[in-house]
């Protein structure tokens, strides 16, 4: 799922750095694929469970379960990871994979009659509080839109945002949702596609649906 963090430049196939066009010079974006992304699950996992407890995620997730889980991304063919680096320390990642991969965002498409092998997928883009609004996220989507074009196959990039009502009481009041930025990216939001996942929210044991809503971007244009 993409997060409110959502920010995905050039093919990757083992390992390619780019520098991030931002003030901190010493980050350092790079993608990953394959066996290379082993070494960087645990951080990944930390990563995850940090920023997915923000809002609008309010995820408790455990870090065996991420593990778990991101012990299966690896294993999906044309996946990529996109790691940002301060120094040797990873404080952001994005990942990628073909839509047929990723089994819980299947069914709106398929419900639609719409052909899921012409769709990568935009999954997850974490990042530490004070490394956002300096265009990483404009990285992070160049690289896994540029991974997709290279593979070759994609007609189409795709993600799914969580969706909840502006009167939701437990928005905060500095919350400002990434619509912009995501149209600005070419990506279209689809309300006649939504997904439907359960997690358990921050302070509760219970897992409760909530609905996620995709966006559609047409790689060729």
Not at 10 to 36: E, R, W, Y
Not at 60 to 78: A, S
Not at 102 to 111: E, R, S, V, W, Y
Not at 191 to 207: F, I
Request: net charge neutral; glycine share 6%; hydrophobic share 35%.
């Amino acid at each position: 799922m993409e997060n409110p963090f959502n920010y995905s430049h050039f093919p990757c196939s083992k390992n390619v750095s780019v520098k991030a066009s931002i003030p901190m010079t010493h980050l350092k974006v790079q993608g990953f694929t394959g066996d290379t992304v082993k070494p960087y699950i645990p951080d990944l996992a930390r990563l995850r469970r940090e920023v997915f407890r923000e809002y609008p995620y309010l995820y408790e997730g455990t870090v065996e379960y991420e593990e778990k889980y991101l012990k299966r991304f690896i294993q999906y063919p044309d996946a990529i990871l996109v790691l940002v680096f301060d120094g040797d320390r990873i404080v952001g990642a994005s990942t990628g994979s073909p839509l047929e991969y990723a089994h819980d965002f299947q069914a709106p498409l398929k419900n639609a009659g719409i052909n899921i092998a012409d769709y990568f997928y935009c999954g997850e883009s974490v990042l530490e509080k004070k490394y956002r609004g300096r265009g990483i996220g404009n990285q992070f989507f160049d690289l896994r839109e540029a991974h997709a074009k290279k593979i070759g196959r994609f007609r189409y990039s795709c993600f799914c945002a969580v969706d909840r009502p502006k009167s939701d009481p437990k928005r905060p009041v500095d919350y400002r949702p990434l619509d912009d930025f995501w149209g600005k990216r070419g990506y279209i939001k689809h309300p006649e596609l939504v997904a439907h996942l359960s997690w358990p929210e921050v302070g509760t044991e219970e897992e409760t649906e909530k609905p996620l809503v995709f966006w559609i971007k047409n790689l060729s244009e």
